[in-house]
């Protein structure tokens, strides 16, 4: 490890991020017409057509932008953006009658699936709390407020804890299995994390600390695997680990049998998620001005079970799971985690100075820029074969957008810039 190889993996990134990847959404997702953001595209970067606008993505790239301009890219001109994607979010997407956001809108802001699912609804609060934070405009946190309280108001489990996740129109839960009113996963608790830390950093409220807190817990005593610190998916209202299924309503085209559940249904861990755990977590810690090293020991099993199991040395990159006892039972490639694991592994390093993780992180950096990297267009591709050939082509869609690319240059980048100043 040299000062001049981190330079150079820092500046490769920043190229990318500055010429490439920025570029890329920024020339092409504003809707001029209809408001809001286009998000879908092909494998040349061109615009599919397909008639949807989505809490998530268009969450996201409000997200994107502004965290953009509040990281010092963009000379200014994200500022215009994140108001785009605010005004379209606030004025088209939020439902006036029972609060909430709408899942799901067409192109010209008419809804489409009504119901307030809180994978969505987090990012929400993530993006508006971002927003204001960027740009100042009071608007972002307090409709990041008003779906918070709303969180507090109907999501809440006052008798188990945590909170449950969908919700139809008037916010009265769904049913149970595949419409998901009887589940609770890893993915909605760990994305309230980042959600909450952003809210929290933006109005300093004792409720949103306390909160925050709260949510850390139930990940770190309920969804963590008690041995191995491994992200546990799916659990029943109790706590009790369910079968891992696919919902009526996805936010992801996690690649499942055609009954809609896997086949190793509760002995699963996701390497993306791991990781990103643990770097959203020491985050929070940042924020909330605690000690991370309380918490060292489980940033360094989670950090190692990650290296030994999910990095793949003969092609590079990060597998999509296993068993949470270690190996691969999934060995495509994903581009959001090898997004998150890059974020991970900086913050491996800089905690516990170790070169292994160092070696990690350049090889699935390595990766990115060699295979992931769609060239000549400027996006990643969104799975890859393990050998490192594309599977899916489209550039964007409701689910696959900037968010994770975007951020982790951008995380990257600063803490490389920290490493250069050890």
């Not at 204001?132 to 309280?149: M, N, Q």
């Not at 999501?155 to 589940?183: I, K, N």
């Not at 890859?384 to 995380?411: A, C, D, F």
Request: negative net charge; glycine residues 10%.
């Amino acid at each position: 490890m040299t000062r001049e190889e981190i330079i150079s993996l820092r500046n490769e990134a920043e190229n990318h991020l500055v010429n490439e990847l920025l570029p890329f959404w920024t020339t092409r997702m504003v809707d001029e017409k209809n408001g809001g953001f286009i998000t879908h595209f092909d494998r040349e970067g061109k615009d599919t057509g397909d008639d949807e606008k989505s809490l998530i993505a268009q969450a996201r790239c409000l997200y994107t932008v502004a965290s953009a301009h509040r990281a010092g890219y963009g000379e200014g001109k994200y500022i215009a953006l994140a108001k785009h994607g605010a005004d379209f979010l606030i004025d088209k997407m939020w439902d006036r009658e029972h609060g909430g956001f709408y899942w799901m809108m067409d192109r010209k802001g008419n809804v489409k699936i009504d119901r307030k699912i809180i994978y969505g609804q987090s990012f929400a609060v993530y993006s508006l709390s971002e927003y204001t934070l960027s740009t100042g405009d009071p608007r972002g946190i307090e409709y990041a407020g008003k779906v918070f309280d709303l969180i507090q108001k109907y999501c809440a489990d006052t008798m188990y804890g945590g909170y449950l996740e969908m919700f139809h129109r008037d916010w009265t839960l769904c049913g149970p299995g595949c419409q998901g009113g009887d589940r609770k996963t890893l993915d909605v608790h760990m994305h309230l994390i980042e959600a909450f830390t952003a809210l929290y950093e933006c109005t300093g409220k004792d409720v949103h600390r306390r909160k925050l807190m709260e949510v850390i817990d139930i990940l770190l005593y309920r969804i963590i695997h008690p041995q191995y610190k491994t992200g546990i998916p799916q659990f029943y209202k109790d706590w009790t680990i369910a079968p891992q299924i696919k919902f009526d309503i996805i936010w992801g085209w996690d690649r499942f049998t055609d009954e809609g559940q896997k086949s190793n249904v509760t002995d699963n861990t996701n390497y993306g998620h791991n990781a990103e755990f643990a770097w959203l977590l020491i985050h929070a810690l940042e924020i909330l001005k605690i000690d991370k090293g309380i918490y060292s020991d489980v940033f360094r099993t989670i950090f190692d079970h990650t290296i030994h199991n999910g990095i793949d040395y003969e092609f590079g990159g990060v597998y999509v799971e296993g068993p949470h006892a270690g190996g691969v039972s999934d060995r495509e490639k994903e581009f959001w985690q090898q997004a998150e694991v890059l974020t991970g592994l900086l913050d491996a390093y800089l905690m516990f100075k170790d070169p292994e993780y160092w070696r990690a992180y350049q090889n699935v950096h390595r990766f990115v820029f060699d295979k992931m990297i769609n060239k000549g267009v400027g996006e990643w591709y969104p799975l890859l074969t393990r050998e490192g050939e594309p599977i899916w082509t489209h550039m964007g869609h409701s689910w696959k957008i900037n968010y994770h690319t975007v951020r982790s240059m951008i995380q990257s980048i600063r803490r490389m810039d920290k490493i250069l100043t050890l």
